[in-house]
């Protein structure tokens, strides 16, 4: 995020394999889902039960979906604050093609075209005139939810045809939603992208060092700006979700989203600095917080109390590798 | 080459006195001296609070916890207020400092002691503050009815013909340009942003201004609570939530550059009012404050736009006093 790149962290599995197999992020998350998970089956006796294992999903699945793709824009060097802004311009977007009487295939339509849309925008606006992303997305955020309040105003947009209900409450096989198989098919397809072609490599080298990058013969702008488009891609289509299954649009919709996929994707071991992560690890990372917030829904936690036990999660899992370095005399 | 140095807070001066003579125009009213002095009460708040942000950036970091921070330590004060009415207001504004300095030096350790970057940790306790909040009040509000008449009217009081939070407002405004103008601590905080590396060879010890510039910006969150709490007479765990980013707006339109380094106490001051006069032109010429998000998002993209121009021509240098005398 600064133009200087400060100094990069390089993946530890770069240097000792095997050790780090053992001791990588991935594993630190895994242990920490699982003692999360055993909390929460002794904590409520509702905990254990398909169906509610299904609603659990649901807490994580959008946020997750938009986490993938930012997890590939942080890896780059940048960020994208307006993601919970694009969602409520495209759930706004729908509204009016609802009103105006439009089908559900040309409401999924519009969710998809409106987020790439602004993701294009705000690519734009940092590839082209080389701006600091931090700020042009936090302007793009005032500006798109902007025209949504401006759009909507105080009201909501009802009458959503039920068939487009499928998206955000539907199943697709049993108590398996087809929120939570869309987030598990992204999964994998981000995987591939990331960890298995040479765009994916491309985003870890612009992160460690865009210059070198850009030497060596990467594209950085155009790369950046394919991200940009898929952050907006993604988050349209997380729009249609949340829009489904809430059946309406207030402007308000998705309000601090952007904080949550962030730390959803920071607690997945994605260095804010750019350069290193994963996707297994930010797939890790969406079901502990969706297990954090319905373990302490399920002991009816208020939901900002849970936000104290997100943001201690988030500073521990990152302090704790730090301070177990420390304490072996690593430094 | 020193005219040059000004250019940036002359132009936004001159945007602002545009705004005004354009709002005038359609409501003549609003550039009366009064309300004019009313408008700069009104933004004296988000004056201090981007002061206290623009000292983080300056050094390459970021503080996202300010609005939680504003709003914990509002909570604590009003509970304190409404339990004990005998303590004396300015007493209360020394705990409302004392407590946000505690939650600033918070992030500040992380920062400095475990090199988290900054906006990991501020994200962390953005929301844990937040949570703290609830935690302390169990999600009950205290409302005005509850507060002393003290409380509510100290900084309604006119001093001079001029309300004490605008006077609270000049002095923090003043305190802070003699810090970044006129002291070692100031000439670090630019030093650290501009080269860090070059900083920690010149003898800075990064860590630990960074430590301290984290707890000059809970300082300003803690003093802000009270303000704010006094100002609109409500504490709740809602207070000013998501009020960080256009504390960060405030700043970028001023002309701080997020990359450290660049920026000064006149750019942080001129562009919270520039957002101050469009939250408050806006009902006086009758347009509906739904636009007021959108009207400040193109604000900030357009000054974005024009500071990374001024950036690029100028370079990175800010110290431009110290380099004529060498």
């Given amino acids: ?331 | 080459m020193k005219a040059f140095l000004k250019y940036r807070e002359i132009w936004l001066f001159a945007a602002i006195v545009v705004l005004i003579g354009l709002i005038s125009t359609r409501f003549p009213a609003f550039a009366d001296p009064g309300n004019l002095r009313q408008v700069f009460n009104d933004t004296s708040i988000l004056m201090i609070l981007a002061l206290g942000q623009m000292v983080v950036i300056l050094t390459r970091s970021i503080d996202l916890s300010m609005a939680s921070n504003l709003c914990f330590t509002g909570m604590v004060v009003a509970m304190l207020n409404a339990a004990h009415p005998a303590i004396p207001i300015p007493l209360l504004i020394v705990i409302a400092l004392a407590v946000g300095l505690v939650l600033g030096a918070i992030n500040g350790l992380l920062v400095w002691r475990l090199n988290i970057p900054s906006i990991v940790v501020t994200l962390g306790t953005l929301t844990i503050y937040r949570g703290a909040t609830f935690v302390l009040s169990g999600g009950a509000w205290v409302n005005a009815d509850k507060m002393s008449p003290d409380f509510i009217g100290f900084q309604r009081a006119a001093f001079l013909g001029i309300p004490v939070l605008s006077w609270i407002a000049i002095l923090v405004i003043g305190l802070f340009f003699v810090l970044m103008t006129r002291t070692a601590l100031g000439r670090s905080i630019y030093a650290i942003g501009v080269n860090p590396t070059a900083s920690v060879y010149a003898g800075i010890d990064v860590g630990r201004t960074k430590f301290i510039v984290f707890c000059i910006s809970g300082m300003i969150g803690g003093l802000s609570g009270y303000l704010w709490i006094s100002r609109y007479v409500i504490a709740s765990v809602e207070v000013a939530n998501g009020y960080e980013l256009n504390i960060i707006a405030a700043c970028v339109i001023g002309g701080i550059s997020i990359a450290g380094g660049i920026g000064s106490v006149g750019g942080a001051v001129l562009g919270a009012l520039f957002l101050g006069i469009i939250s408050n032109a806006l009902p006086v010429i009758n347009i509906s404050p739904f636009w007021q998000m959108a009207i400040s998002g193109s604000a900030i993209i357009l000054a974005v736009v024009l500071n990374a121009r001024g950036e690029r021509q100028q370079g990175r240098i800010i110290l431009r006093k110290v380099e004529a005398v060498t």
């Fill in chain 1, 1 to 331: 995020m600064t133009d200087i790149p400060a100094p990069r962290h390089i993946p530890d599995r770069l240097d000792k394999p095997l050790r780090s197999a053992i001791f990588s992020w991935e594993a630190l998350l895994v242990v920490v889902a699982v003692a999360i998970f055993a909390i929460n089956s002794f904590a409520s006796p509702y905990f254990l039960d398909p169906y509610s294992l299904s609603d659990l999903t649901f807490n994580f699945t959008e946020k997750g979906l938009i986490a993938f793709a930012m997890a590939l824009l942080i890896i780059s060097g940048e960020i994208d604050l307006s993601v919970a802004a694009i969602i409520a311009l495209a759930s706004t977007m729908m509204g009016m093609a609802v009103q105006a009487g439009a089908g559900t295939p040309v409401l999924v339509l519009i969710g998809i075209v409106v987020g790439l849309g602004c993701g294009a925008f705000n690519g734009l606006l940092v590839t082209r005139l080389g701006l600091p992303s931090i700020v042009v997305t936090i302007g793009t955020m005032s500006l798109f939810r902007g025209i949504a309040f401006i759009i909507l105003g105080d009201q909501a947009y009802k009458g959503y045809p039920s068939s487009f209900a499928f998206f955000g409450q539907g199943y697709v096989w049993w108590v398996v939603s087809f929120e939570l198989v869309l987030f598990l098919i992204a999964a994998v397809v981000y995987w591939f992208l990331l960890h298995r072609t040479s765009f994916g490599r491309r985003v870890f080298a612009i992160g460690n060092n865009p210059v070198a990058a850009q030497f060596s013969g990467v594209r950085v702008g155009r790369t950046k700006f394919i991200l940009f488009c898929l952050t907006g891609l993604m988050s349209g289509i997380a729009s249609v979700l949340i829009t489904s299954r809430l059946g309406s649009t207030r402007p308000s919709i998705a309000q601090g989203y952007e904080l949550e996929v962030i730390t959803m994707v920071v607690l997945g071991g994605v260095s804010i600095l750019g350069g290193a992560g994963s996707i297994l690890g930010v797939v890790l990372a969406a079901f502990i917080m969706g297990l954090v917030t319905f373990g302490l829904g399920l002991l009816n936690v208020p939901g900002i109390v849970m936000s104290i036990f997100i943001g201690l999660l988030l500073i521990i899992v990152i302090a704790l590798p730090i301070v177990w370095r420390r304490l072996r005399g690593g430094r």
